[in-house]
C-alpha cells in the first residue's frame, strides 16, 4: 500500500486521561507498524526540509520519540544524526542544559563533538507543547556553535504556544 500524508495524520490516535487525568495523548506508534506509512512521513519530512532551501549537516533528535524519525531523515538527507539525551545517559564530553518543565527541572545533553562550529542542524521531534525541550536543544546546539535553521514536529499542540519560545522556525504536519 501507498499512504498519503492525510492517511499518515489519521494513523494518529489519542487517549483521553493519560499519561493522567485532563491529558489528552496523542500516540504516533500506530504509524510505524505501517512501513508504507513510515516511508511518506519520512519523505514528507525530507521535502519539508529540502524546501527551506538551507544546507544541513546534522539532524537532532530529541529523547526520545525524535529518535525514530531523525535517523531516517539523516539518512535520507545524507547528513549526521546526533541524539539529545536526558541527564546522564552519554559517555564522553557533553554540553549540558537544564530546562524547566512543567512540574519542575530537567536537563538534557549531548556530546560535545556531535555539532561543529558553523554546521546547520535540524531538530526533530514528535510533539511541540510548550517548547521548553524544544528550546534546549536549541541551547545545546547553540554552545556547540551550531545553527539551528529548522525545528520540525509531527503534532503542534494548538494554544500552548510552544513556536513562540524557539528561535528557529517551526514546522508540525499536523496541529491539535
Same mark, same amino acid.
Given at each position: 500500500?501507498?499512504?498519503?500524508?492525510?492517511?499518515?495524520? @489519521?494513523?494518529?490516535?489519542? *487517549?483521553? +486521561?493519560?499519561?493522567?487525568? /485532563?491529558?489528552?495523548?496523542?500516540?504516533?506508534?500506530?504509524?510505524?507498524?505501517?512501513?508504507?506509512? &513510515?516511508?511518506?512521513?519520512?519523505? %514528507?519530512?525530507?521535502?519539508?526540509?529540502? @524546501?527551506? =532551501?538551507?544546507?544541513?549537516? $546534522? &539532524?537532532? /533528535?530529541?529523547? @526520545?520519540? =525524535? *529518535?525514530?524519525?531523525?535517523?531516517?531523515?539523516?539518512?535520507?538527507?545524507?547528513? #549526521?544524526?546526533?541524539?539529545?539525551?536526558?541527564?546522564?545517559?552519554?559517555? /564522553?564530553?557533553? @554540553?549540558?542544559?537544564?530546562?524547566?518543565? !512543567?512540574?519542575?527541572? +530537567?536537563?538534557?545533553?549531548?556530546? #560535545? +563533538?556531535?555539532?561543529?562550529?558553523?554546521?546547520? $542542524?535540524?531538530?526533530?521531534?514528535?510533539?511541540?507543547?510548550?517548547?521548553?525541550?524544544?528550546?534546549?536543544?536549541?541551547?545545546?546546539? %547553540?554552545?556547540? !556553535?551550531?545553527?539551528?535553521?529548522?525545528?520540525?514536529?509531527?503534532?503542534?499542540? #494548538?494554544?500552548?504556544?510552544?513556536?513562540?519560545?524557539?528561535?528557529?522556525? &517551526?514546522? #508540525?504536519?499536523?496541529?491539535?
Amino acid at each position: 500500500m501507498v499512504y498519503t500524508i492525510e492517511q499518515v495524520k @489519521a494513523l494518529v490516535r489519542e *487517549f483521553a +486521561d493519560f499519561p493522567s487525568k /485532563g491529558i489528552l495523548f496523542r500516540d504516533i506508534f500506530p504509524i510505524f507498524r505501517e512501513p508504507a506509512a &513510515v516511508e511518506c512521513l519520512v519523505s %514528507h519530512f525530507v521535502e519539508r526540509i529540502q @524546501a527551506t =532551501g538551507k544546507q544541513v549537516d $546534522v &539532524v537532532v /533528535g530529541l529523547d @526520545a520519540r =525524535g *529518535f525514530l524519525l531523525g535517523p531516517l531523515i539523516a539518512l535520507r538527507l545524507g547528513v #549526521a544524526f546526533a541524539p539529545v539525551r536526558k541527564g546522564g545517559k552519554l559517555p /564522553g564530553s557533553v @554540553a549540558r542544559v537544564t530546562y524547566q518543565k !512543567e512540574y519542575g527541572e +530537567d536537563v538534557f545533553e549531548m556530546q #560535545a +563533538d556531535a555539532v561543529t562550529k558553523g554546521q546547520q $542542524v535540524v531538530i526533530v521531534d514528535d510533539l511541540l507543547a510548550t517548547g521548553g525541550s524544544c528550546g534546549a536543544a536549541e541551547e545545546l546546539v %547553540h554552545k556547540l !556553535e551550531g545553527v539551528v535553521v529548522l525545528d520540525a514536529f509531527i503534532i503542534r499542540l #494548538a494554544g500552548l504556544e510552544g513556536d513562540k519560545r524557539l528561535r528557529a522556525p &517551526v514546522y #508540525a504536519l499536523m496541529e491539535c
